[in-house]
């Protein structure tokens, strides 16, 4: 077994799914305080989605 895990020529690639879980907590717990929880999380899950495709679409 060789030392190297990874195949010749990839890089690793960053994730964004703690950006879009993030989102959907924080976006939640604001909307809470303001009194929509609801749609506190969907705007967070659509700020989360966004950075996390942002963040896909220049790293690849």
Same mark, same amino acid.
């Given at each position: 077994?060789t030392?190297?895990?990874?195949?010749?020529?990839? =890089?690793?690639?960053?994730?964004?799914?703690?950006?879009? /879980?993030?989102?959907?907590?924080l976006?939640?717990i604001?909307?809470?305080?303001?009194?929509?929880?609801?749609?506190?999380?969907? /705007?967070?899950? %659509? =700020?989360? /989605?966004?950075?996390? =495709? %942002?963040?896909?679409?220049?790293?690849?």
């Amino acid at each position: 077994m060789t030392d190297d895990q990874n195949p010749k020529g990839s =890089t690793n690639k960053s994730g964004g799914g703690f950006f879009l /879980a993030a989102g959907c907590i924080l976006g939640a717990i604001v909307g809470g305080l303001l009194g929509q929880p609801s749609i506190g999380f969907l /705007a967070g899950l %659509a =700020t989360g /989605a966004l950075i996390a =495709t %942002a963040i896909w679409y220049f790293d690849r």
